[in-house]
């Protein structure tokens, strides 16, 4: 997930491009014979050289970390995950501000209707402003057809809202669950300008994506009655954001069946 | 004439040429839409070609956005929006073309008439053109809500018999059909004797 080309030497090269090849370490003077100084004499010497970081002329603060990608500004966590007629969809619940974590009760899934939920990992407020389109265009779908979304047809959707964006993308990836006909389970995520992926049984997205892909491979199994797909769902994901620093702090798993919704919050470490 | 049953939908149409030195297989009244959906018309075949047009593009960018076939009732009210459009903008004038759409989707087999005026009713059996009233009579009469769609069609030529001088073949008729496996299709053989029986 990070951005091509993030430069993460920024610091290190204090000199100007011709000095390139010779700016990671300190200048090589021949050796000189130690002499005694007086006082006076090593006030007027030269400072030794140093590699400064540059020096900041504007009143921006200087990032702390070297450059981040956009996807881990915020920090995440988002798995889906398949049962017996029935699915799992699970965020972490921090919002960060790089390193500072700024609300511990952020809401990263949603709900378009009854049987559809979408979670949207990724850059937060991009994940907030696709989630008021998603639902308006859900409405007045709902107002033309006299009918619910199918999952299906929803993941189209969204798929090519984020295509039109493609030359300055959402920087978000969205998992969407739902109970399509005959209460079918279809879940499903996709990348930042809309390529679709379909699962048979697990989806994962956010900056703990990879431990998420380690656990759920470990510890799914199909056709887990909810019950079962309730904890499998919530231990992969706290032994995940646990792995992360950008995500934690607890849980939220909803788990859907043909006829209720049960939501939980789950308490892990909170850090 | 169109005609709606149980289990799918049937359009027909007189197809009268201005002379017989005309090639009847370039004159088509009944056009698909989509795979699942027919029109027929009566009225200006220029506007009508420029409605299949305008309402093919209509049904193909409901499928790009949401990868589903559009439903009949979505193509219909597009089309008819855009029927209306002509009525109010400047510089225009409305088409010269009653539509009868006639298609199967996942509310079963539907069948709409589409005025100039944009207006657009849903329909059990209805007709259009010349000598409406007489086959709407005639309709009114054969019609029952569980014929099947073989007696449909049946019903649809002996309809049109009552208002067409002269004989009628399948050189100047034509039918489109959609049963359950919703394909709209053309009907190029018919069974002789409805023609010559009745």
Known sequence: QAAPGSNSRGLRSGGTEPNASSSSCSARSPPRPHKPTSPDQQRRRPPPLLLLPPQSNSAAPVPATPAMSIFEYNGSAVVAMVGKNCFAIASDRRLGVQLQTVATDFQRVFKIHGKLYIGLSGLASDAQTLYQRLVFKHKLYQLREERDMKPETFASLVSSMLYEKRFGPYFCQPIIAGLGQDDEPFICTMDCIGAKELAKDFVVSGTASESLYGACESMYKPNMEPEELFETISQALLSSVDRDCLSGWGGYVLIVTPTEVQERILKGRMD | ?198
């Open chain 2, 1 to 198: 004439w169109k005609l709606k049953t149980a289990n799918g939908v049937v359009i027909a149409t007189e197809k009268k040429l201005p002379s017989i030195l005309v090639d009847e297989t370039s004159v088509q009244k009944i056009q698909s839409l989509t795979p699942n959906i027919g029109v027929v018309y009566s009225g200006m075949g220029p506007d009508f070609r420029v409605l299949v047009r305008k309402s093919r593009k209509q049904a193909q960018q409901y499928y790009r956005l949401y990868k589903e076939t559009i439903p009949v009732t979505q193509l219909v009210r597009e089309t008819a929006a855009v029927m209306q459009e002509f009525t109010q903008s400047g510089g225009v004038r409305p088409f010269g073309v009653s539509l009868l759409i006639a298609g199967y989707d996942d509310n079963g087999p539907q069948l709409y008439q589409v005025d100039p005026s944009g207006s657009y009713f849903s329909w059990k059996a209805s007709a259009m053109g010349k000598n409406v009233s007489n086959a709407k009579t005639f309709l009114e009469k054969r019609y029952t809500e569980d014929m099947e769609l073989d007696d449909a069609i049946h019903t649809a030529i002996l309809t049109l018999k009552e208002g067409y001088e002269g004989q009628i073949s399948a050189n100047n008729i034509e039918i489109g059909v959609i049963r359950a496996d919703r394909e709209f299709k053309y009907v190029y053989k018919v069974n002789y004797a409805v023609f010559t029986a009745t």
